[in-house]
Each structure stands twice: as C-alpha cells, then as structure tokens.
C-alpha cells in the first residue's frame, strides 16, 4: 500500500503537468535540444552526445533518463551560416515503469555573424511527446476477508489499466555569443520559449490541462583563460508557470597538454531547488566522457533526493568546402604583399639574443676555391661539400598560437648559419605557415612572425640582412588535413629554401 500511494502521488504529479522533468541533466551543456533550438548553430563541430541520468525520488521511486542527440553544422563557401539538431529522450520510472515519457525533438537555426568576433543564431524546434502511465502491478495482491485478515488467494477486484497522451510541442530561440579566434566563447546569453502552442496534457479528453509555456535564459561569462587553465561562470533561470529555479555556479578547466587540445572541465552549481551538483568532464579534441552527482542539501525536494549522471560526446570539427581551395585562388597581388624583407627598423633589439657570453667558435677559414669547409660548432663538426648546398632545407614546427622555437631548433640554426656565412651568393627563403584555426588575416600575420623569428636568429649569428627573404603564406599550401590534431600540428611550420642568384 506505502508504494502505491507513492506511485499514486507520481501519477497525480504527471496529470497536472510534469514539467519539474523538462531540466533533468545537470550536464545540461551536452543537451543543447533541451535548452534552445539556437545552439544548433554556435560552433563548427559535428557531435554526438549521449546521457545517462539515475536520479532518486521518494523511497523505492527513482527515475531513469537516456538522452542521444545528434548535431551537425552547415556551411557555405565562407562560413557557418545554420545547423540542425535531432534528439531522443526517454524517461521513466525504474522496476514497474508506471511513468513513461519519451520525446523525439528536432532545432533548426540559422547563424547571423554581427562582426569578426560576435553573431547570433536563431532557431526553431518542433517536438513529439508521448507520456504514459500503467497501473499493472500497482494492486496490493490480496483480498481482505474479515476476521481473517489479508487472503491473497483471493481476487482483489482491482484492476489495471494503462492511458497515454501524444502531442507536438513548439518552441524558439535565439542566442548571442562573443568569441575569440579559436572559437571559444567569452560572453553569451541565450534565451527560449517552450511549449508556444500549450499542449493539453490531460489524460481524459473532457478535461484540458494546457501546458503552460516555459522561459529559459541562459548566460556565461568567461572569467580568466590562457593556455593552463580558465574559469567561467554560469547560470541557467527557467520559468514555468508558478515554477521558477535558478541554477548558477563556476566551471574551470585545466589543459593537460601546452596546446589546450586535451583539458579536464570541473563544475560546481547550486539550484534554488535546495540541489547542489559537482562534475567532471575529461575533452579531448574529438571525445568527451564524465559524469555528475547531485545531491539534495535541505532534504525538501520529493523529486530529487540524489542523482548521478554519466555522459559521452563524440565530435569533429568542420569547415567551409572551399576554404582550401579559396586560399590557393587568391590573387598574385596579394600573395606579393605578403612577402616580406627584414629591414633594420623590423628587428628590435629585445628579440636578439645576448652574444657576450657564447662561446665563440673555432671556424676553420678555407680558400673560396676550395672543396671542402670544416666547422666545428656547439652540435659537433660539420663537413661541407658545396655541391650538396642546395639539399640544405629545413622544417621547423610550432606549439599552437606560438611563435617560439625549442633549443633544438635553435641550436640547428647555429649549425647553419656556420655553413651559410661561407656563401654569400646564396640567398635564404623563410616561409611561414599555420593551420586553418583562426581568421585568415590573423593566420597570415602569425605566419609572418613565425618566419621573423627564424630570420632574426639567422641575423643574430651572422647572416647578412640582404641574404634573408621572409615571406608569409597563412593557412595556404597545408601538407597535412586541417582536420585531425596531428594534420594542423604539421603545418603550423616555417619552411627554410636557399635561392641562388
């Protein structure tokens, strides 16, 4: 008997409306369909996420909730300009399944870019809800016989039934974000309307029960990042009906590696609701898996005592078709202006490295005429055959966003300049490239100063100014997929020729 009057109060629960279940995942930045339909369109990657949510109610009632959703980013031949969102939730209660409800949800939006940093999307979204409610096995069993007590060989004349309720759900969306170069958002703020058309959620068609329409509003705000770790603060307001709740807390990550790609996210929110969550999410750059618990802290809350939340996010990352081949169709003219010549007043002092105490270098001056050049440098002897001068190429990588080189690299330019200090003839093309993460313009002057720094080492230990030819060509010419992590890191490089007169 304890446990019906347990399921009967659920039951009178979903007859006026269950909305205290639309928000069920504190993971809620994995379950863009259940918040607005314009996240459909905010970054440029194609994801799959999935989540399992175990969440405990009165005693021997819990709730179980799956949840996949589907995203897939669209582009024209510049940009992000829509995307579209398909999602599948279903909910119910554990053991008996007395509570069902399952949801097939569907956003569209459109993304409007204000300026080089900020743009708004758009979205619509269209739902189809069924709930459901099963009396079987909801009888005490038994029959009582006066005098005699419980006689569970006899019928109880209780029976079973079962009532379900099918309807379509509206709603929009719209939201804004600031973002850096990389696509990471600064500020955002977002805000939706769900249940536009009201639906009627009575289980009996004499009755109407309209849903009323439910407001969410988000915001984020980014407090502090650079490469090791940043923090932001969050805060989700829903508003059904009577029914307001407020969630809000901090996020931090921290960057396993120097280029950000691997990062552990730690979350902290509390609810008016008296519910407090704690997660952690590990993110890779095509994979995320964590999970959350929530816990009651004033023990008034009959639909959440606790709850636990594990979740898995597949993703990749997209791009305009033709960004490629728009970048090989730029015209002659402005390639030539991206080539550059190191002049006296593009060399500041600070960037020259301190010569006073190096060691100096026993170099073995031979006639010009001569075959052979022998140099011994800090990296060991180096022979020299002059008809070999023109395999003398070189590749130098780069940390993302960076334009510093390693003391290897470093201690490699030293070696040859030695060798090069012996050909004045020959000139030294320095040519300076990025992956396709960022703004064209952006990547075309990090190219620049990729190549600048290799070309400020070269003058530094002895290279003529007039030998040097910096030349910067962004994200053109790449000699890997833009698309993987170990792709870009190919061609975030600086490409060292020589070119005789």
């Known amino acids: 008997m304890k446990k019906f009057l347990c399921i009967l109060f659920l039951f009178c629960g979903c007859t006026v409306g269950l909305d205290a279940q639309d928000l069920i995942h504190s993971l809620y930045s ?25 969440q405990y109610a009165t005693e021997n009632v819990s709730f179980l909730s799956s949840y996949a959703e589907f995203k897939q980013p669209f582009f024209n031949s510049e940009r992000r300009w829509s995307g579209l969102n398909i999602s599948f939730l279903n909910d119910k209660t554990e053991g008996d399944e007395v509570y069902s409800f399952n949801q097939i949800s569907s956003s569209f939006a459109i993304n409007i870019p204000i300026n080089e940093d900020s743009e708004i999307a758009i979205g619509l979204n269209m739902a189809y809800q069924s709930r459901a409610i099963n009396s079987t096995g909801l009888t005490t069993g038994s029959q009582y016989v006066e005098y005699l007590g419980f006689d569970p060989s006899r019928p109880s004349g209780e029976g079973a039934y079962q009532e379900n309720i099918n ?9 804004w974000q600031k973002i850096d170069r990389f696509g990471n958002q600064i500020y955002s703020a977002g805000y939706s309307l769900n249940k536009l058309n009201r639906p009627s959620t009575s289980f009996y068609s004499s ?14 705000i ?45 979350m902290l929110r509390y609810s008016t609701a008296n519910n407090m969550m704690a997660g952690a999410v590990y993110e890779s750059e095509n994979f995320a898996f964590g999970g959350s618990y929530d816990l ?12 636990f939340e594990v979740m898995l996010s597949l993703k990749r990352i997209r791009q305009p078709k033709n960004k490629k081949s728009k970048s090989r169709k730029r015209s002659k003219t402005k390639r030539d202006e991206s080539i550059h010549h190191l002049k006296k007043a593009e060399i500041p002092q600070k960037d020259i ?9 026993n170099i073995e001056e031979e006639n010009e005429n001569e075959e052979v050049i022998t140099v011994e440098t800090e990296a060991g002897i180096i022979t020299y055959y002059p008809h ?26 030293k070696d040859m300049t030695a060798i090069l200090r012996q050909n004045k003839n020959v000139k030294i093309l320095i040519t300076g490239y990025t992956d396709n993460i960022g703004s064209e313009e952006y990547n075309m002057k990090l190219s620049f100063k990729r190549a600048k720094i290799i070309g400020l080492l070269l003058v530094k230990n002895g290279i003529s100014k007039k030998q040097i030819k910096l030349q910067a060509r962004g994200e053109e010419n790449p000699i890997d997929s833009n698309e993987t992590a170990e792709g870009r890191a190919k061609n975030r490089r600086v490409e060292v020729n020589l070119i005789y007169n």
Do not use: C
């Open 222 to 266: 980014r407090l502090h990042q650079d490469y090791l770790w940043g923090i932001r603060q969050d805060v989700l307001l829903s508003k059904s009906g009577a029914a307001t709740e407020l969630v809000s807390g901090p996020a931090l990550y921290y960057a396993l590696d120097n280029m950000g790609r691997k990062k552990l996210n730690f």
């Open 30 to 54: 994995f379950t863009d369909n259940r918040i607005n339909p314009a996240l459909a369109s905010t970054d440029d990657y194609q994801r799959a996420n999935f989540l399992f949510r175990k």
């Open 207 to 220: 009755n109407e029960e309209p849903l009323p329409m439910q407001s969410i509003l988000t915001a984020t």
């Open 388 to 413: 070999e001068l023109e395999n003398l190429n070189h590749s130098f990588f780069f940390d993302f966003d960076d334009v510093t080189l390693n003391e290897e690299d470093a201690l490699y330019i």
């Open 353 to 361: 490295l301190d010569t006073k105490n190096e060691p100096e270098k």
């Open 167 to 175: 309807y379509f759900t509206y709603a929009a969306g719209i939201f």
């Open 296 to 307: 009651n802290i004033m023990k008034n809350n009959v639909s959440n005592n606790s709850a």
